[in-house]
């Protein structure tokens, strides 16, 4: 069973939370996703948690599932690319164009 770790903008979380599903139920995989949507309300402290939490998802898993609905990748998910890339992650993107 491969694991992948989804990264993508938070905009994008309810996107995120159904393309796990589908990773799972039709390809068999297990995937981890970001928790962020409520980092409005949290304070830096927690925020780096979550961040540092995100990046050990990245290392126990075999690729990393980049969200780029159209087209669209920010900094923190670039930087999330750079981190796989170093780690030699698969890099499977969601868009292709």
């Given at each position: ?69 159209g ?8 930087e ?18």
């Open positions: 069973m491969k694991v992948v770790t989804l990264c993508g903008s938070m905009k994008f979380f309810r996107e995120m939370q159904d393309i796990a599903v589908e990773l799972e139920t039709k390809y068999g995989y297990c995937a981890l996703t970001p928790i962020g949507s409520a980092k409005k309300d949290m304070d830096s402290a927690a925020i780096e948690k979550l961040s540092k939490a995100h990046y050990k998802k990245i290392d126990i898993a075999d690729a990393v599932y980049v969200v780029n609905i087209g669209y990748i920010g900094e923190s998910v670039r999330e690319l750079r981190y796989a890339q170093a780690h030699n992650k698969e890099i499977i993107f969601h868009e292709t164009k």
